[in-house]
């Protein structure tokens, strides 16, 4: 049971940005930006970041949303699964690894981001840019992660919201959903 | 020297903010809300949170600046400073004390905030949406502790900067701050 009054057809995050619509705002529209704005990153590489700090930080509502997503946007469903497990030697580039192993040490703390592993990323052909988008994906999904246990929300089981989930996130992103959507349905 | 190329005079999260500023608008944004916006919680109350939470995550940096800002807003010195340290015996309410524990718990993992925990606070006057704030005003600060920390920004040293910074950020809020404005002038 949530720690709070959360309306039970809105599960995970969902309910939570409708029970505070004002901070949920701000929320939405840095996602959208960072996850779906220009980036020299593919919006399945950003999802496959935010997926693998969701899992190491055990939040079982948004490791599965997001690894929907990335399903979605890479075609398959064996990378994701792959990233999780041991991103070293998932097949995406030396460069997707280097900007992984980064966010995965975000995950743990912001100290952990030695210059070694920053100088890996530039060397495998990862812009400055790639490198701060890819410590401020993983520190919002820290966010997310934290917001969305830490308040006890509930985690559906049943694998097609979740598809639903994904498929709605790689189609509109994450602006606000019409009125009345029900994610169940 | 930070990972990334931050412009000198703007240290911590100042620079983070000026590299990016599409994102770092819906950052200010809620931050403004969250700490600075309608609440039964004062502002004081919530940079206690902000300062517990950025200590545990031994960001020197958003430690330091939030300290000055919960100094200014309650009119002491001693209070954070014994927060940090020990809430549980610091001269705050019980109820704020049930809420820095939340925060300290979300600090850790979103799973470990316990039932336990909330009832706690709930008994001891928290309302749902006070909970609520404090779950995501805990969060959003290991987001600022990881971006600050994780691209290596500088941390000044001089405590004349945290203090301007503090006066800053109590008077004009979390809001950009003017162009060319210069934190150690």
Redesign the interface.
């Known amino acids: 049971?949530p720690?709070?009054?959360l309306e039970a057809h809105l599960p995970g995050i969902t309910g939570?940005l409708e029970?505070?619509p004002?901070?949920a705002?701000?929320?939405r529209?840095?996602t959208q930006?960072?996850l779906r704005?220009e980036s020299t990153l593919t919006e399945g590489e950003r999802e496959l970041i935010a997926s693998l700090v969701s899992h190491r930080?055990?939040?079982r509502f948004c490791t599965t949303a997001h690894t929907a997503a990335a399903n979605i946007l890479l075609g398959d469903t064996e990378t994701c699964e792959l990233v999780k497990q041991d991103y070293e030697s998932a097949p995406v580039s030396d460069k997707i690894k280097a900007l992984l192993h980064?966010a995965a040490?975000?995950q743990q703390?912001?100290?952990d981001?030695s210059?070694e592993a920053?100088s890996l990323a530039k060397d495998a052909g990862a812009t400055?840019?790639e490198?701060?988008?890819t410590?401020?994906i993983?520190?919002?999904f820290?966010?997310?992660?934290?917001?969305?246990?830490?308040?006890?929300s509930v985690t559906p089981t049943d694998p097609a919201f979740y598809a639903k989930l994904g498929e709605r996130i790689t189609t509109n992103g994450y602006n606000r959903l019409p009125q009345g959507y029900n994610h169940l349905k």
Do not use: F, W
């Not at 820290?142 to 006890?152: E, M, S, W």
């Open positions: 049971m720690h709070i009054p939570l029970y505070r004002d901070s705002g701000p929320i529209e840095l930006i960072l704005g930080n055990e939040c980064i040490l975000v703390s912001g100290q981001v210059a920053v400055d840019r490198i701060h988008d410590v401020l993983a520190a919002l820290c966010l997310y992660n934290k917001y969305v246990d830490g308040t006890a």
